[in-house]
């Protein structure tokens, strides 16, 4: 990790709880002593059985998960989060640079990921992120509404889609995050960054493939030909739509 400048501002909301599991002693101990001195309680694992150790004796309000751990790795411990709580923010390490990582990491239920080495300071700006959209979507969750269109309804409370058949579609978090942004905005063109600022909170990279690889695998789940897409169409050089008005039911 790059330091970042001296004069640490303690700007983080107080009392929130952020557990980093990290196997590098060094790193967590840079970021204890950082986040601490920005206004987070901070705790730290070294591993996934620490990791569950930590979380049985103070639950945190945000995880900074490593990809890379010994035994079991951050893939695994992510979707044993997220199987736990769909609401607890994620935020992934990886020391690739590679797409898969982060799409796989988000359809884990990542909801941010950063590539090592990283500036300190940016890591603050990620976590700021992360709870102020969890915050905000705590706030408007209403856990019986749905939201149907073309014979499918998405369950906003179960965070799953069902056919017309009655048959339950299971969805990664990142593609329930993905659907869910389209089906609240039908018929209207949502460009690559918005859809990354859905998934991640911030604007896709050029060379960042995660929204386009994403929307395929979602119109597979909608079973909607990737070749000719009826209901996720791709609109030319601006994005994609969802084309199919939307019934919000309560």
């Known amino acids: 990790m790059r330091r970042g400048g001296s004069g640490a501002l303690s700007l983080g909301p107080m009392n929130k709880r952020i557990l980093i599991v990290d196997d590098d002693p060094g790193l967590r101990e840079l970021l204890r002593g950082y986040l601490g001195d920005n206004g987070f309680e901070v705790d730290a694992a070294e591993d996934g059985a620490a990791m569950r150790s930590r979380m049985a004796a103070a639950a945190p309000d945000l995880v900074i998960l490593d990809l890379m751990l010994p035994g079991e790795d951050g893939l695994s411990l992510c979707r044993a989060l997220r199987a736990g709580s769909a609401s607890l923010p ?22 941010d990921y950063l590539p090592k080495p990283f500036n300190p300071r940016e890591l603050l700006a990620r976590i700021r992120s992360v709870l102020r959209r969890a915050g905000e979507n705590a706030a408007r969750e209403t856990p019986a509404r749905s939201l149907a269109f073309a014979g499918w309804t998405l369950d906003l409370g179960a965070r799953h889609l069902l056919g017309a058949d009655g048959v339950v579609v299971p969805l990664s978090n990142g593609e329930f995050k993905l659907l869910r942004a389209f089906a609240e905005s039908p018929l209207r063109v949502l460009s690559r960054d918005q859809l ?45 739509m969802l084309a199919s008005e939307v019934e919000r039911r309560a």
Not at 91 to 105: F, N, P, S, Y
Not at 220 to 233: A, H, M
């Open 90 to 111: 994620i935020l992934m390490l990886t020391a690739r640079g590679e797409d898969t990582d982060r799409i796989v990491g988000l359809e884990m239920g990542a909801d």
């Open 196 to 240: 990354m600022d859905v998934l991640a909170g911030r604007e896709a990279g050029p060379f960042d493939r995660s929204v386009d690889v994403m929307v395929s695998r979602l119109r597979r789940r909608l079973d909607d030909d990737g070749r000719e897409p009826q209901l996720i169409k791709t609109v030319r050089s601006e994005g994609y």
